[in-house]
Structure formats: C-alpha cells, structure tokens
C-alpha cells in the first residue's frame, strides 16, 4: 500500500510542521518559569498582543483610537503611513521589552517570595489584563497579518514527492518558514544561555535565587530580560499563528494546546518543550489520521494531547526532560 | 572611625594593613527579638577575622548583615573608610564582597567550572548587545576570566571535577567549590559561614590549608564563622566572640582563651 504509506509520511510531516509551533509557545512557559517559579498564563495572550501590535504598527494604526475618539470627538484612525516589516518588528521588539518591564516593576516586584498559586493567579489577572489592553489599543477585529512570507503549497516538494510516491505531498511553505525559524530561535536562545554573561547569570538565577545575589547577580534585571525573551517568542509565535489563521482571540487558546506539550517535556526543560511539542503535534495529527478518522468518528485533535498528558502524569509526572522529583525522607 | 594606617604585625610576622570593614553599634531585630545587640568591631585588610560563639548567638545573622542579605534597625556599616548606605546583596556583592554558605548555596545544575564562572561575573563589564552578538571585547573578556577561572581551580585542587555537574559531588568538595566561587570574584572581603561545618577531620584540615593559602597567596582578607572553637584558634588572626546576639570578647585568640566571659559562654556557668 505505498499510497497509505506516502499519506502517513504526509501527516507526519505536517504533524511536525504544527508541533514547532506548540513547541514555540511552550518555549515561552520555560523560560519563565525557570528562572521565576512563575507559570505565566498570560503566554497565549502575549502572542496574540505581539501581533497585534505588530500589525497595528504596520498599518499605521493610531493606538488607542476608539478611546481617543469617544473622548474628544474627534475620528481618527490611521497615521496613513505603512512602516516595513522588518522596521515593525523591531518596534514590536520594543514594546514587548517595554512590556516586560511593567509586569515586573508594577506586579511580580511586589510578590517575590509568595506562593505559586497567588504568583499563577497573578497572570491570570494579566492574561485578561492585557487582553483588553490589545482590544482597546489596536480593536477586536480579526486581522491578517502579512509580513511577507511565503505562503501555500510547496511546488518542489510536491513534485518530487509525486516523483518517488506517484502522488504529492502538501506541504505549505509557511511551515517550512516557521520551522526554520523556530530551529534558528532555539539554537540562539541556547547559545545566549550558554556563552553569554547575561545568559550565565540567568542559568544561575534558575538554580539558586540566593547564591546568584551572592556573586552580584541582580534578579529584578534578569526577570526582566526573561520576560522580554518570553516576548520576543512570542511574538514569533504570533507572526506564526497570524499568518496562518489570522489574527484574532483564539490565538491566545493556543496557549493551552502548550500545557500538554509542558507536562510530556517537562516544565524545566527547554529541550523538552521542542520535543514536547514536536510529539503532540506528530501524536495528534497520526492519531487522528490512523486510529481517530476511520474508528472513532474524527474530531481527536482536540482532545488526544490532553490524552496523553494525562497518561504523563500518571506514569512520568516529572515529563520526559524535567527535573527529577526527589523526596528524601 | 578607625585611622586607616593604622596596622599591626601577626605573630607569623604578616602585616595587617588598615580596617576595610567596620561594623559600629549595629543592631537587628527580628519582630520582637533582638538578634544581634548594638555590636561595634572592625575587619582589617590581610588578616583572617572569625566570629565565633554558641549556637543561635547571632554569628550568622552577623554576616548575613555584612552581606547585605539583612537590614540592621541601628547602627551604621563602613566599607573602605565611608558609610555604606543600603544595598541589595547583589550590590554588596558588585563592591567586592563575597560569601559562601553555611548551608551550601551553589548552582547545583552547572558545572564546576560554570558555577566558578558565575564568581566571575561582576568583573565582566561588555554589555546585553556586544555579549548576544559576541562582538567587541566580549570574546576576549570570556577568554580572560576563563583563565582566571581556571587558575582558582587549580590553586583549590579541583581541576579532576571541572566538568563534573555540582550536584554529583560530595559534600566536601561542594564546600571547596563554593569557596572557589567566592574567590573567583577576587573579592576584597570574603566571609565565609561555617567553612567546616559538617566535615570530617581530614576534610577540616584540607579546608584549614586553603584558607590559610587563599589569606597568604592572594592577601584576600577573610570574615569566617565557625564554632569550632580548635580550628578557629589555629586559624585566625583576632577573634569576636558572641552570645545571645552580644558581644563578649574581641582580640586575639590567646587574649579570648583567657576571657571569664568566653569561658563561661562555652562551659557554661552556675547561676547562684
């Protein structure tokens, strides 16, 4: 049955293609959450205000116009100027830092030391918070984000698929883009923890609040610096999912779709957010393909990564690359 | 204040140079308690100073002030001849003032030779830009520290365990890795809560010679803790005893031997 065989392949594939971008926002969790002990809810909303944000200042849309308008009566909307798209990220850039540096001075500042829970609902506060902000800021409309890359089917892969199977994959090209940037984003942020000093200091963090006060390490500074990194994933995140299905709310759903991915790789492990996510995006889309469709009616997608999750914790609570839990007695 | 010429000779014929830390009338309270009583004493450049005293007598709480770690309600701390106003620990720590853990506090997740890295990290000075794009003088700086990372870890014997995660090792040599850290900085006042806490008696010996070495090689002046009465004794160069958050003797170790109020501390006295 090579035609099945060539169907699986192509699902696998996609199942890749669609696990690197679970695996982006998971990556988000992490480098929070190592370094603060805070799971940031807000991860899926922040993508969402990335891009939107990215979009507005593309377009050239007057922030806050509605608010501005209700107020002084006036009907403005757009500056009338459309900025590149690379000159639009790095002011996105900008703000996401800028971001980061409010959550920290105006919220987590006044919480260091308390209770997971209180810091976890904390973001939620900021989840909803920023949520409305973004509404407000750039409006609710659904936007399509196009910073120009390619979009659509992949011409050479379908050829030469046709070639070797007798029929062609569908890969779309948007995919292959995020893949490789997303293997581009990991590579860097690895190499800045690793060979930086900043990215040292951030490790340390992690690992030892107090030891890194001892050797001079501020941690209000590498707070921020992970926000911002958090940022910056998400706003390629944001370009990812934009591009693909539009800007709008439920971008901020796919947040939870990276909760599965946190409990197969470990909340502590960047290596095993990717692998994590690469799993539930191959595990869903085979799944559904193989065992889902023909015998269960469909629809398993929504419903197999919290599946296997659950599955996770039963057996391996600790996630594949996560910290082992020890307890000494 | 203290005249900062002011020095003295130990009795092995070292030179003790001016006061680099002086502690006036401090005072910290924990609620209602009272952890340490109005204590005034100084820490002069080269020598080997220990604070010693019973269990729960405020040593630890001592150094945790000097470290910045806490905030006394009175008195006031001079650093190289002026006031120090109040700081984070990890500003204390940027000023040249390093520490090690009683409890050990290491990166547990790192490298030897990472965790000794981290005590390098107040001495690099490249920026968030020049350090992501491994431009300027980034590369040479990490190629600098790296040396003199290095050279710590030779002096402290730990070169076999450089690669070796921290949380593999045994207590003794996370105690030595520890102190690497805190030298790495290349502090000018290292404290050190309980070296030898928790040793055995070759371990203690070990740790004795290091810290005599790290006084003689590199003139580091050291702050330590330890209620170990022989091995401070044998160690230091003046000693402040404490009990019940006061201070009951100050001097040289012979001069605290032969303190009524030291003696009894330790032994205990009959109160009729």
Same mark, same amino acid.
């Given at each position: 049955?090579?035609? &099945?065989?060539?169907?699986?392949?192509?699902?696998?594939?996609?199942?890749?293609?669609?696990?690197?971008?679970?695996?982006?926002?998971?990556?988000?969790?992490?480098?929070i959450?190592?370094?603060?002990?805070?799971?940031?809810?807000?991860?899926?909303?922040?993508?969402?205000?990335?891009?939107?944000?990215?979009?507005?200042?593309?377009?050239?849309?007057?922030?806050?116009?509605?608010?501005?308008?209700?107020?002084?009566?006036?009907?403005?909307? /757009?500056?009338?100027?459309?900025?590149?798209?690379?000159?639009?990220?790095?002011?996105?850039?900008?703000?996401?830092?800028?971001?980061?540096?409010?959550?920290?001075r105006?919220?987590?500042?006044?919480?260091?030391?308390?209770?997971?829970?209180?810091?976890?609902?904390?973001?939620?506060? #900021?989840a909803?918070?920023?949520?409305? +902000?973004?509404?407000l800021?750039?409006?609710s409309?659904?936007?399509?984000?196009?910073?120009?890359?390619?979009?659509?089917?992949?011409?050479?892969?379908?050829?030469?698929?046709y070639?070797?199977?007798?029929?062609?994959?569908?890969?779309?090209?948007?995919?292959?883009?995020?893949?490789?940037?997303?293997?581009?984003l990991?590579?860097?942020?690895?190499?800045?923890?690793?060979?930086?000093? &900043?990215?040292?200091?951030?490790?340390?963090?992690?690992?030892?609040?107090?030891?890194?006060?001892?050797?001079? +390490? @501020?941690?209000n500074?590498?707070?921020?610096?992970?926000?911002?990194?958090?940022?910056?994933?998400?706003?390629?995140?944001?370009?990812?999912?934009?591009?693909?299905?539009?800007? &709008?709310?439920?971008?901020?759903?796919?947040?939870?779709?990276?909760?599965?991915?946190?409990?197969?790789?470990?909340?502590?492990?960047?290596?095993?957010?990717?692998?994590?996510?690469?799993?539930?995006?191959?595990?869903?889309?085979?799944?559904?393909?193989?065992?889902g469709?023909? /015998?269960?009616?469909?629809?398993?997608?929504?419903?197999?990564? /919290?599946?296997?999750?659950? #599955?996770?914790?039963?057996?391996?609570?600790?996630?594949?690359?996560?910290?082992?839990?020890? %307890?000494?007695? | 204040?203290l005249?900062?010429?002011?020095g003295?000779?130990?009795?092995d014929?070292?030179?003790?140079?001016?006061?680099?830390?002086?502690m006036?009338?401090?005072?910290?309270?924990?609620?209602?308690?009272?952890a340490?009583?109005?204590?005034s004493?100084?820490?002069? %450049?080269?020598?080997?100073?220990?604070?010693?005293?019973?269990?729960?007598?405020?040593?630890? @709480?001592?150094?945790?002030?000097?470290?910045?770690?806490?905030?006394?309600?009175?008195?006031?701390?001079?650093?190289?001849?002026?006031?120090?106003?109040?700081?984070?620990?990890?500003q204390?720590?940027?000023?040249?003032?390093? *520490?090690?853990?009683?409890?050990?506090? #290491?990166?547990?997740?790192?490298?030897?030779?990472?965790?000794?890295?981290?005590?390098?990290?107040?001495?690099?000075?490249?920026?968030?830009?020049?350090?992501?794009?491994?431009?300027g003088?980034?590369?040479?700086? %990490?190629?600098?520290?790296?040396e003199?990372?290095?050279?710590?870890?030779?002096?402290?014997?730990?070169?076999?365990?450089?690669k070796?995660?921290?949380?593999?090792?045994?207590?003794?040599?996370?105690?030595?890795? %520890?102190?690497?850290?805190?030298?790495a900085?290349?502090?000018?006042?290292?404290?050190?809560?309980?070296?030898?806490?928790?040793?055995?008696?070759?371990?203690?010996?070990?740790?004795?010679?290091?810290?005599?070495?790290?006084?003689?090689?590199?003139?580091?002046?050291?702050?330590?803790?330890?209620?170990?009465?022989? +091995?401070?004794?044998?160690?230091?160069? *003046?000693?402040?005893?404490?009990?019940?958050g006061?201070?009951?003797?100050?001097?040289?170790?012979?001069?605290?031997?032969?303190?009524?109020?030291?003696?009894?501390?330790?032994?205990?006295? @009959?109160?009729?």
């Amino acid at each position: 049955m090579p035609e &099945q065989l060539a169907f699986t392949i192509e699902v696998f594939l996609n199942g890749l293609m669609a696990g690197v971008l679970y695996a982006l926002v998971a990556l988000g969790f992490v480098l929070i959450y190592k370094a603060s002990g805070i799971f940031n809810f807000a991860q899926g909303v922040m993508a969402l205000f990335a891009a939107m944000t990215l979009y507005g200042i593309m377009n050239g849309q007057v922030p806050f116009a509605h608010l501005i308008n209700a107020i002084f009566g006036t009907d403005i909307h /757009y500056f009338g100027w459309n900025i590149p798209a690379f000159a639009a990220i790095l002011l996105t850039i900008g703000v996401m830092v800028l971001l980061a540096w409010m959550v920290q001075r105006f919220i987590f500042r006044y919480l260091v030391g308390q209770e997971p829970i209180i810091l976890f609902m904390a973001t939620i506060g #900021l989840a909803y918070f920023l949520e409305g +902000v973004g509404d407000l800021m750039w409006g609710s409309d659904i936007k399509t984000l196009d910073v120009g890359l390619p979009q659509g089917i992949n011409i050479a892969i379908d050829e030469t698929t046709y070639g070797w199977f007798g029929y062609g994959f569908f890969i779309d090209n948007l995919d292959i883009v995020a893949s490789v940037v997303a293997i581009i984003l990991v590579a860097a942020l690895v190499m800045f923890a690793q060979y930086t000093k &900043q990215g040292r200091a951030m490790r340390a963090v992690a690992d030892d609040h107090q030891a890194a006060l001892s050797v001079g +390490v @501020s941690l209000n500074f590498i707070w921020i610096l992970v926000w911002s990194l958090a940022g910056f994933v998400a706003l390629v995140a944001g370009i990812m999912w934009g591009a693909k299905s539009g800007v &709008q709310f439920s971008l901020s759903l796919i947040a939870l779709k990276a909760l599965p991915v946190l409990m197969l790789g470990g909340f502590t492990s960047i290596p095993g957010a990717i692998i994590g996510g690469l799993i539930i995006g191959v595990g869903e889309k085979l799944f559904e393909f193989l065992i889902g469709a023909p /015998y269960l009616g469909g629809a398993t997608e929504n419903w197999f990564a /919290y599946m296997l999750a659950l #599955l996770f914790l039963v057996f391996r609570p600790q996630g594949l690359f996560g910290e082992k839990i020890i %307890e000494r007695v | 204040m203290l005249d900062q010429t002011e020095g003295y000779t130990t009795e092995d014929g070292r030179k003790i140079g001016g006061v680099v830390m002086e502690m006036k009338n401090i005072t910290l309270r924990f609620g209602g308690v009272e952890a340490i009583k109005d204590i005034s004493f100084d820490i002069r %450049e080269g020598e080997i100073r220990a604070i010693i005293g019973p269990n729960g007598a405020g040593k630890s @709480s001592m150094l945790n002030v000097i470290s910045g770690f806490y905030v006394p309600q009175e008195g006031q701390v001079f650093y190289k001849g002026s006031p120090r106003p109040q700081m984070k620990p990890y500003q204390v720590a940027q000023q040249g003032i390093a *520490r090690t853990f009683q409890n050990i506090a #290491l990166f547990e997740g790192m490298s030897v030779l990472d965790n000794v890295m981290t005590g390098r990290l107040t001495k690099m000075k490249t920026g968030l830009w020049a350090q992501s794009l491994w431009f300027g003088k980034a590369e040479q700086e %990490e190629t600098e520290n790296r040396e003199f990372a290095e050279k710590i870890i030779d002096f402290l014997e730990i070169q076999a365990i450089r690669k070796t995660p921290v949380a593999r090792l045994p207590y003794g040599l996370k105690k030595r890795v %520890e102190l690497a850290r805190a030298l790495a900085a290349e502090p000018s006042l290292l404290l050190l809560d309980e070296p030898m806490a928790g040793m055995n008696v070759e371990e203690k010996e070990d740790m004795s010679r290091f810290i005599l070495d790290v006084n003689d090689e590199f003139g580091t002046t050291i702050a330590l803790i330890e209620h170990d009465m022989g +091995v401070v004794m044998d160690l230091s160069d *003046r000693v402040v005893v404490m009990d019940y958050g006061k201070k009951i003797g100050d001097g040289t170790p012979d001069e605290v031997r032969n303190n009524q109020d030291v003696i009894d501390a330790y032994l205990g006295v @009959s109160h009729d």
